[in-house]
């Protein structure tokens, strides 16, 4: 079990009553109208968590990844789609505190906090998928600067980020030691978000396409080394897989505990359902299925946090642990309330279609297994 320190345990709180007092009470409603969590955001601001975990020679708090992963968590046991949004703007590990200049830390990082800034990692293409290498946008050096032309679609914040960290080819024909990294302003001329994606779930987090067309930016925006932009990415990503497995504890966490107070409500055959020893031995699988997760998630962080060699691994570990297993959770939570767990008067159907998409993004739970097994082996 994860033990908290005293300040971690209040920044929880604090997590909480914000999420109980406002994002709740409007969770099933921006499932349907897939309204970007602004004014929730907003809330987290207030009480400093969007700049949290930036360090604090950047204006952030520094504060670690395990009170990182512990918010995330919280925020996912209320809505999956906010606290994926949250990762959006208080991202400790993006591409410029991993690779950036001091000058293009100094610069970006407090320009985020300030703006409460949300960023855009497009690596993503409609040919290139789990295959990342096989990306195609292409930038070109034209004097001082790059020329960025191509297409990028399912970029989580495409419509609504200040920041976009941009893969693209400066080497053709070199695969994953020929993509660089690129960060892209809002408003720079040819960026042009495209459709906004009708999602099964996440509803309220904003993934778009990307449309690149003569893109200039100069060549201090590169992050990073030419032809790094790979490894950036998977870096980055690490991350992202860390949060998606805290997001996968928080919603399966939410489901339970929905479930079993359903279960001890509604009465069938004269008793509560949850008085059948099949009900709780369903409720009792599931509960050690989700502190499985969360103990491998909490020591992902720690490693993590640690700079620990086998980290990325973990990071692999984690997410396809907990995403496969908030999958299974939510699956069980819905058979739980029988006919009413599918019907939208419950959340249950909701998580359930969130925990299929924690499956998907930041690397399918295929390529997981890829990353893993290849640590394994190596
Ligand atoms: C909600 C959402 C948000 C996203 N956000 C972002 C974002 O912010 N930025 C971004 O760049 N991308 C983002 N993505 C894209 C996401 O990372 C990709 O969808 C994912 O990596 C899979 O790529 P694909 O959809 O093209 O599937 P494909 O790569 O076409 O995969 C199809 C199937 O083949 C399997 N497969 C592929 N290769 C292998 C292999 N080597 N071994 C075994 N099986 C394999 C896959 O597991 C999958 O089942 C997001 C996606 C979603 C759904």
Not at 32 to 54: G, H, N, S, V
Not at 110 to 115: A, D, G, Y
Not at 342 to 362: G, N, S
Request: hydrophobic share 40%.
């Amino acid at each position: 079990m994860v033990e908290f320190t005293q300040e971690q345990e209040m920044i929880r709180q604090t997590v909480r009553r914000i999420c109980r007092e406002k994002l709740a009470p409007k969770v099933a409603e921006v499932d349907q109208t897939c309204e970007y969590p602004w004014d929730i955001l907003e809330e987290f601001a207030k009480a400093d968590l969007t700049r949290m975990f930036f360090p604090e020679k950047y204006g952030g708090l520094g504060k670690d990844l395990i009170t990182n992963t512990m918010v995330v968590e919280e925020i996912a046991s209320f809505n999956t789609a906010t606290a994926h949004s949250f990762g959006g703007v208080a991202n400790s590990r993006h591409p410029v505190l991993i690779a950036g200049t001091e000058e293009q830390k100094s610069k970006y990082i407090p320009m985020l906090i300030k703006e409460k800034g949300v960023v855009c990692l497009s690596i993503t293409e409609p040919n290139a998928g789990s295959d990342v290498a096989g990306m195609e946008t292409r930038a070109v050096k034209d004097g001082d600067d790059y020329v960025i032309n191509g297409s990028k679609c399912f970029a989580t914040n495409g419509s609504v980020a200040m920041l976009y960290f941009i893969f693209a080819v400066t080497r053709p024909g070199e695969g994953a030691r020929g993509i660089s990294c690129f960060l892209v302003e809002k408003g720079t001329p040819g960026l042009t978000p495209g459709r906004i994606e009708d999602k099964v779930g996440l509803r309220a987090s904003n993934v778009s396409e990307l449309s690149l067309e003569d893109v200039r930016v100069p060549a201090e925006n590169m992050i990073g080394e030419e032809g790094k932009g790979f490894r950036i990415c998977m870096t980055t990503l690490d991350k992202a897989r860390l949060d998606a497995a805290a997001m996968g504890v928080g919603l399966a966490r939410g489901a339970l505990d929905y479930a079993m107070e359903y279960a001890r409500s509604r009465v069938q055959f004269k008793q509560p359902v949850a008085d059948f020893q099949g009900m709780q031995f369903l409720f009792a699988d599931m509960a050690t299925r989700l502190e499985a997760a969360r103990s491998l998630t909490y020591e992902t962080a720690r490693r993590m946090e640690t700079d620990d060699a086998e980290a990325p691994k973990f990071c692999a570990m984690a997410k396809l642990f907990s995403s496969d297993m908030a999958m299974s959770v939510t699956v069980d939570a819905v058979q739980a309330l029988g006919g009413y767990g599918v019907m939208r008067d419950h959340p249950v159907e909701r998580m359930m279609r969130d925990a299929k998409i924690l499956q998907i993004f930041d690397g399918t739970n295929q390529i997981q297994k890829v990353v893993i097994s290849r640590a394994l082996l190596k």
